[in-house]
């Protein structure tokens, strides 16, 4: 199809995140259930109005890196493979990159390398993922690699419209525990650089904060995304201690609307339904 064709498709994609899945029948640090969570979720993607093109999932898919926790997850996610969606697993740091390859064998972005980085072309959108797991560390990094393999990729294509998925955001939050936790300084500088220059990237949407967050950054919109389970708490004041709560989860839904790009977040769940417009 010409580029310009293609600009004019209309195309959705959704993104859950952080879905911190344990074995079967488990809570996640045995108060959360994230299985009946992400069940919800899943729900809800299947259950739009618009059929998504492709749904991606932006790391901490389960709570430790174990084979079967990532069993289980392909268990909660069958809806969506079988509904025909075509789906994007990334890592975060509470995942584990061979276990993952192990137990999705037929999930090529996850790619045979250090990393896993990869490109798809999806109706009118790039999706660009960048691993920045760094193994047994909560903190996240991009090395000289990945960084060239990016600029080389954002080049390939210059006019179309493009979004860059990751698990750490590429900024500081303001939430302190979060930010200790967060990308590499020079990651993020080195990213920003790239970034800068390449006019089409449209967003860059992560996960790991548990929560929407965005700023302008690089030319573009960052934003972090609001995980399908539990929340970080909101808490600004320097030094303050981590936690979770049960603000309502959300999915996000990315939608190229043949000009722009247009980002919602979806309660996740069923809600009741007002007789207005029905
Ligand atoms: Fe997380
Ligand atoms: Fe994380």
């Not at 299985?35 to 739009?48: D, G, I, M, N, W």
């Not at 069993?71 to 740091?93: E, F």
């Not at 990869?118 to 000289?144: C, K, M, P, Q, Y």
């Not at 080049?155 to 990308?183: C, N, S, V, W, Y």
Request: proline fraction near 6%; hydrophobic fraction near 40%.
């Amino acid at each position: 199809m010409a580029p310009q064709a293609s600009r004019n498709l209309s195309t959705l994609i959704v993104q859950l995140t952080d879905t911190h899945i344990v074995a079967n029948a488990r809570l996640c640090h045995n108060e959360i259930d994230t299985s009946s969570f992400l069940r919800a979720a899943v729900e809800t993607v299947r259950q739009l109005t618009v059929r998504p093109a492709a749904v991606l999932i932006t790391g901490d898919l389960v709570n430790e890196g174990r084979a079967n926790q990532y069993d289980h997850l392909k268990v909660l996610l069958a809806p969506i493979v079988t509904a025909g969606m075509p789906l994007y697993l990334m890592p975060g740091n509470h995942d584990n990159r061979e276990a993952m390859r192990e137990v999705f064998p037929d999930h090529g972005e996850l790619g045979k390398g250090p990393s896993c980085d990869f490109v798809a072309d999806i109706g009118a959108l790039r999706l660009v993922g960048l691993d920045t797991l760094i193994d047994n560390e909560a903190g996240g990094d991009l090395s000289a690699n990945q960084l060239e393999w990016l600029e080389r990729t954002l080049q390939q294509k210059p006019q179309r419209p493009t979004i860059i998925a990751m698990h750490h955001p590429p900024f500081t939050t303001g939430i302190g525990h979060m930010d200790e936790q967060g990308l590499s300084a020079d990651a993020q500088a080195a990213m920003e650089r790239i970034v800068s220059v390449n006019p089409q990237v449209e967003r860059v949407t992560c996960g790991h904060l548990h929560r929407n967050i965005s700023r302008r950054w690089a030319g573009t919109i960052v934003a972090t995304a609001p995980s399908v389970a539990h929340a970080v708490a909101f808490d600004l004041r320097p030094g303050a201690h981590g936690a979770w709560n049960y603000e309502p989860p959300a999915i996000t839904a990315h939608h190229w609307n043949g000009s722009h790009l247009v980002t919602h977040q979806i309660g996740s769940g069923d809600f009741p339904a007002t007789r207005y417009g029905m």
